[in-house]
C-alpha cells in the first residue's frame, strides 16, 4: 500500500461527488487543489468542505479541456495525482448533444493526460460509471461483465477506460483506476454539502427530496410492471461519503503500474418503491407519487459485485439507505435552494457546532 503524502488534483471538485471527495482526502491529511469550470457546480460547496475540514483548498477556474491550464496547475501546485471527475453526466441530454460529450468528457480526458504526461505526473483515478456495462446479462455485476453501453455518456466513459489501458500499455510508469460508480446519493452527514442539480433532477433521490420538502407536487415512478419484487426498478444506491472514500482507497492502492478497474456498489439492489419509503421514514414527511411508463433506456435491475473492492482496495461501503435518505434529507432541509442563495455567515456559524462525529 502507498503510504500518501500527496497534493491531489480533483478535477470536478466543486460538484457533488467531488466535494465529497475533496472532504475526505483533507481528512486524510493530503493537499488538495481542485479545478472545475463550474458549469454544473457552485463554488459555496467548496468553502463549506473547508468549513467541514477545517483545512485550506486550492482552487482554479478552468477547463479540462485546456491543456495549458491544467499544465500549469499541476506544475505550479507540486501535483503527485488526479482525481478526475469532471464530465458532463446526464443520460438523456447525451442523446441529444452527442459531440458536446464527446468533446468534454473524451477530449477534455485526452488534454488532460497530455498534461500529466507532460508534467510526469502519472497516477490518476478516473471516475467511470456502471453505466459501460450496459443492460445485465447476469446479477450481479462483476468488473467482467461485458461491457455495451446503451447511450453517448456511458460510451465516452468506456472510451475513456480503454484510452486509460492503451496508456499504461504503452507506458509502464501510468498507474491508473477506473471506478466504476452505481448509483451515488445521499450527503454529508453535516448537511452542509450535497447534490444540487440544476433545473429538474433526472435521478431518483434528489427528485424525491425535492417532492418531500414541496418544491414539487408529485413523484413520477417510471415503471410498476419489471418484474421486480414490486414492479418498480432496482438499484444499487451507494452513500456518496461511502463512494469518496473508494477514491481514497484507490489512490492509496494504486502501488503497481496498471489499470485497476474497481466496481464502487453496495451489492444490495433497492426498488423505487423502497427508496420511498425510507425517505418518508427519514423524512417524516409524504413523497406523493403517481405510475408512470418506463422511461426509455432503463434496466428493471442493476445492483454490484462488490467483492472485487474488498480484495483490490480494501474497501467497502458500510453505510444503510435509511442513513442514505437521512443524510440527503437534512442537506434538502438545510438547504431547500441548494447551494443559491446560501450566506456563508450562516454556514460558518453552523458548522462552527458540527462535531463531527457526534
Ligand atoms: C442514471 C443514469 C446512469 C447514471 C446514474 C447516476 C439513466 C438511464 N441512467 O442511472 O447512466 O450513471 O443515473 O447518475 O438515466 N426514477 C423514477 N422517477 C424519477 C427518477 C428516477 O421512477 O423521477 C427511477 C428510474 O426509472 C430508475 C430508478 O429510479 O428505476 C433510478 O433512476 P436514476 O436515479 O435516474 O438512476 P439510473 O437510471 O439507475
Same mark, same amino acid.
Given at each position: 500500500m502507498r503510504k500518501l503524502s500527496e497534493m491531489v488534483l480533483v478535477t470536478g471538485g466543486a460538484g457533488y461527488i467531488g466535494s465529497h471527495v475533496c472532504i475526505a482526502l483533507l481528512d486524510a491529511g493530503l493537499d488538495v487543489v481542485v479545478l472545475d469550470n463550474l458549469s454544473n457546480s457552485n463554488k459555496v460547496s467548496l468553502e463549506r468542505v473547508q468549513s467541514i475540514c477545517r483545512r485550506a483548498l486550492a482552487f482554479r477556474h478552468a477547463d479540462i479541456r485546456h491543456e495549458e491550464a491544467i499544465h500549469d496547475v499541476l506544475r505550479s501546485c507540486g501535483v503527485t495525482a488526479v482525481i478526475h471527475l469532471a464530465g458532463l453526466k446526464a443520460v438523456g441530454d447525451s442523446n441529444v448533444r452527442p459531440l458536446t460529450y464527446y468533446e468534454n468528457n473524451l477530449l477534455g480526458t485526452m488534454r488532460l493526460v497530455s498534461a500529466m504526461k507532460r508534467a510526469n505526473v502519472k497516477t490518476l483515478v478516473f471516475s467511470s460509471s456502471?453505466?459501460? &456495462? %450496459?443492460? @445485465?446479462? &447476469?446479477? @450481479?455485476? /462483476?468488473?467482467k461483465h461485458p461491457l455495451c453501453p446503451t447511450n453517448p455518456y456511458g460510451r465516452t466513459k468506456l472510451a475513456i477506460e480503454e484510452m486509460l489501458k492503451d496508456l499504461c500499455r504503452s507506458d509502464d510508469g501510468w498507474r491508473i483506476a477506473n471506478l466504476r460508480y452505481f448509483n451515488p446519493v445521499g450527503a454529508h452527514e453535516s448537511g452542509l454539502v450535497g447534490e444540487d442539480p440544476l433545473g429538474p433532477p433526472n435521478n431518483l433521490l434528489p427528485f424525491v427530496a425535492q417532492v418531500a420538502i414541496g418544491r414539487r407536487e408529485t413523484l413520477q415512478i417510471w %415503471?410498476? /410492471? &419489471? /418484474?421486480t419484487p414490486d414492479g418498480t426498478g432496482v438499484r444499487d444506491f451507494i452513500h456518496v461519503v461511502d463512494l469518496a472514500s473508494g477514491h481514497l482507497s484507490a489512490l492509496r492502492h494504486l502501488s503497481r503500474p496498471g489499470v485497476l478497474t474497481v466496481n464502487l456498489g453496495t451489492g444490495n439492489g433497492s426498488s423505487v418503491l423502497n427508496v420511498v419509503r425510507t425517505f418518508e421514514a427519514a423524512s417524516g414527511r409524504s413523497v406523493p407519487y403517481e405510475f408512470r411508463e418506463r422511461r426509455a433506456g432503463d434496466v428493471a435491475v442493476c445492483y454490484a459485485d462488490p467483492t472485487f473492492a474488498i480484495e483490490a482496495l480494501g474497501w467497502k461501503s458500510t453505510r444503510s439507505l435509511e442513513q442514505m435518505c437521512a443524510d440527503h434529507w437534512r442537506w434538502q432541509l438545510q438547504n431547500p435552494d441548494g &447551494?443559491? %442563495?446560501?450566506e456563508l455567515a450562516k454556514v460558518r456559524e453552523r458548522s462552527k457546532h458540527f462535531r463531527r462525529h457526534a
Open positions: 456502471a453505466t459501460v &456495462y %450496459g443492460i @445485465p446479462k &447476469y446479477l @450481479p455485476l /462483476d468488473e %415503471g410498476n /410492471d &419489471y /418484474d &447551494y443559491h %442563495g446560501s
